[in-house]
């Protein structure tokens, strides 16, 4: 089982930035995927950007060109770095890691608003 803890979360102006981190513990053998999502009030939740153990990144077409994902293997850590917010990003977002199934976060809240 992995546990994963989120950090970042916050209030920020539209078109300020937040970096997001997701620190990976416990029986930790081998995660492959690791990314984002989040889930605004009354939406579903929906996938904002995974990277893969290689480090290859991927993001929906509404984060691209703002947001960069990344991780450090060594340190079991992923980062989602988000620059030029707007108020739809508003949401909790969550973190979660895959090995022999898929683990969540609790979840950071973030707030773009003026």
């Known amino acids: 089982q992995v546990q994963l803890v989120e950090s970042g979360g916050g209030l920020v102006q539209p078109g300020g930035s937040l970096r997001l981190s997701c620190a990976a513990s416990?029986?930790?053998?081998?995660?492959?995927?690791m990314g984002w999502y989040r889930q605004a009030p009354g939406k579903q939740r929906e996938l904002v950007a995974f990277?893969?153990?290689?480090?290859?990144?991927n993001y929906v077409d509404s984060v691209k060109g703002r947001f960069t994902i990344s991780r450090d293997n060594a340190k079991r850590l992923v980062y989602l770095q988000m620059n030029s917010l707007k108020p739809e990003d508003t949401a909790v977002y969550y973190c979660?890691?895959?090995?022999?199934?898929?683990?969540w976060g609790q979840g950071t809240q973030v707030t773009v608003s003026s």
């Open positions: 979660y890691a895959d090995m022999m199934g898929r683990s």
């Open positions: 416990g029986s930790i053998f081998r995660i492959s995927s």
């Open positions: 990277i893969t153990r290689g480090g290859t990144p």
